[in-house]
């Protein structure tokens, strides 16, 4: 069986403001599923590797704040690996490959593929790591990588020049790195592709190369050392110190999108959400993601994108450097998924003496719950608005439903499990509104 | 003693989202203020009416809807006529007339000057209406008017024809509407204006019109009879009809604001509220309300505002004909001016079996009052943030002030002071949420 790793972390400010720390591009619902409805690149990818991927098992390696979002959109059927710490993509694979062979007690020789977790891609993207694994098994190469072929000599991507003919793979004779324009054109006269950080070895291969880090590769160990690891690429520790590469070619779509540009072509409509183009709109995209409706009018590839975050309007060509803007514009995300369900900021306002409120819409699914938890500096009333639940308020629980209002006082311990998909408008107020001041503690339900 | 008369009504939509029914264009807060602060287009128009007018006292012909927020901008110093009902400014101005009469005890030879109260001019526009009050004393005619000297051969404009000196004023030859741009230049070769429509003429002059349509001219008389008065304008009723007009000519600037394209020529910065405009962007203009904030790049010539009514982004030669795309975008405004304080709809949602709710931000002014009221099918939650009030609830007084919650139910007589500046974060709650689910009683404070 492959063992496919899925590597999923990334900046939040790319596709600001509908990215936010909490949200990665790769968990926007902004692509058409074939029945129609939305999906996010993550989910796209694990849509893709399923049909038309290798047999494989998934496992995503990401963070701590990508863990909810993860099991909200995949469910249960996938693995999940958290680093403890960022550091690079070689101790995130690291950390995987110790959780296959310890957690789910992968064999050495078991082919393991690692791929970015959102490249928007056709279907044969999928059926070419199935040819990566064969060149694998084969014995062609220790380390099995994915070309892509270009249709421009762009300056941004890392090249793979070809050597010998494997059949379906080829060496890798060497790789260049961000060439300019002029050298890609050459480059690929010879038949160069781009590197798709897609990689394919054996389980005990990578296993090996971390044992000249740690003495004991067990996954609780490579978690409990994990800042010993060195804070470097896997193609830096790996990919180029390997005896023997190959690669598979991939001939077909293959796009990053990670600019407003590059997004805004497959978006499956020019208006999503409440939104009007007028009369004298042309290559205009609008992706509303707040309750006020916008209208716009006169404008020629642009891109206008609104959430409780912020709101871009930028020509598609201004997109590529919006990061460095929009830092500091925000100072805590307006919109969160959690394990319990979501949340989206409303507004938030400082009064007099430095007071603060902030008014949320929450909604928490049915049978989950917010743990038992008490707050030191706030206040959090409760408006019930719709479906039941249980609250447990300083150790009583109650059954609560539309109409009822809770006033949660500092100091007092609260839990809330939803029986159906819960609604509640929460007001906080208090001196200091900061997500660090909770103390968890267990309930038994 | 002169006895000025601004018109105010309008509909909200011109210069949408920032207008709406509750607040015409001519209260936006937009336009730079001698001292540097932010004035409206009424305020900006009374400020220079005292600065350089005749000597005159000042009184606003409106309607109920605009009552609270005229007050909240101009305090007591101006005198209010509201019409009870819309129809157009022949009935507005005799109305008027009636107030001035009966409850100011205006004589029937006091001059009358009744202008539209949201040009946007220089200070010479001022000092022409003294120039028409003394052609007016000195008998030049029945009527005179302001001419305003044309700087193009606009079709949008109704133009006066002038005939024989009579010193600083001259006699109207003719009028002639709204021309196409060939006529329009030979009017203008003839010494043409623009009717800038506004009127000088002595009380009794519009009282005894007024007399061929009620035996009773009084104020309470009119009032009452109102619709009996004919639906015509100004310019029909009594311009066109009069014996002898004369006008006096006002060359200096004069614009009409009612497009985000005019609007945004005298805007004091390109950038007014939470937003940041990129390096590529040139000539474009951002209005933000809301505390969502905004990033713009790449745009030239465009207009972005906000408010929570809703959002509009267009090039600047399309803001015109917005009015007719925006109709029906919002049911209800996100803002609006009272005369206890303001309030900004944060959000509202629709639940199952059609169950809803807005939460609103409230501010409610030092010592003025929401009056005691009962709602039929909603519940209101106020948590109270900020300053310090008097509640009111089913009789009973009770000081309230940050920290409280209260949680209103249908059915309860509830009613609410400031002592100080008072916020409060309003959640409504029910099957039905309508402003006209209200029934107001007396209290006394």
């Known amino acids: 069986m492959t063992q496919l790793v899925l590597l999923s972390g990334g900046s939040g400010k790319r596709l600001w403001p509908l990215s936010n720390e909490a949200r990665s591009k790769q968990f926007l619902h902004l692509l058409e599923a074939p029945d129609g409805s939305r999906e996010s690149m993550l989910q796209r990818v694990i849509r893709q590797a399923r049909a038309s991927g290798p047999e494989c098992e998934m496992t995503i390696a990401t963070n701590q704040v990508q863990k909810d979002i993860i099991i909200n959109q995949l469910g249960d059927g996938v693995g999940i690996v958290t680093e403890p710490q960022r550091r690079n993509t070689f101790p995130a694979i690291a950390l995987a490959c110790a959780y296959l062979r310890s957690v789910k007690g992968c064999g050495h020789d078991e082919t393991v593929i690692v791929m970015p977790c959102d490249p928007y891609t056709g279907d044969g993207y999928f059926r070419t790591m199935a040819k990566m694994a064969e060149s ?63 990689f394919a070895f054996r389980l005990g291969y990578v296993l090996d190369m971390l044992s000249s880090y740690l003495d004991d590769t067990s996954f609780q160990s490579v978690y409990d050392n994990y800042s010993l690891l060195p804070k470097t690429s896997f193609d830096y520790e790996v990919v180029e110190k390997a005896s023997s590469v190959a690669f598979v070619e991939y ?66 060509d201004c997109t590529e450097g919006i990061r460095s803007y929009v830092e500091g514009l925000s100072d805590r995300p307006m919109y969160e998924e959690r394990r319990w369900g979501v949340y989206t900021v409303m507004g938030r306002s400082t009064y007099s003496d430095g007071y603060k409120s902030i008014t949320k819409n929450l909604t928490i699914y049915a049978g989950r719950n917010i743990s038992y938890q008490v707050h030191a500096h706030r206040d959090e009333i409760w408006t019930f608005v719709d479906g039941e639940g249980l609250l447990v308020l300083d150790g009583v629980t109650t059954k609560v439903g539309r109409g009822d209002v809770v006033h949660i006082k500092k100091g007092q311990y609260h839990a809330i499990k939803a029986l159906t998909d819960l609604q509640i408008i929460e007001v906080q107020t208090g001196d200091l509104l900061d997500e660090n001041d909770i103390v968890r503690v267990g309930w038994d339900w």
């Open 136 to 198: 694998l098994v084969q014995g062609q190469a220790e380390l099995v990588l994915m070309g892509i072929r270009p249709d421009c000599p762009s300056e941004k991507f890392g090249y793979i020049i070809p050597g010998e003919s494997l059949g379906s793979a080829r060496k890798v004779l060497s790789f260049t790195e961000k060439p300019d324009t002029a050298r890609a054109e050459e480059l690929l006269r010879r038949g160069a592709c781009w590197n798709g950080g897609v």
């Open 251 to 316: 001939e077909g779509e293959w796009k990053d999108l990670g600019t407003w540009n590059s997004l805004s072509e497959v978006l499956p409509s020019h208006v999503s959400g409440n939104a009007l183009l007028g009369p004298h709109s042309r290559d205009t995209h609008i992706v509303n993601e707040l309750s006020v409706p916008i209208f716009c009018d006169g404008l020629e590839s642009a891109v206008v994108a609104a959430s409780p975050d912020g709101i871009l309007i930028a020509s598609k």
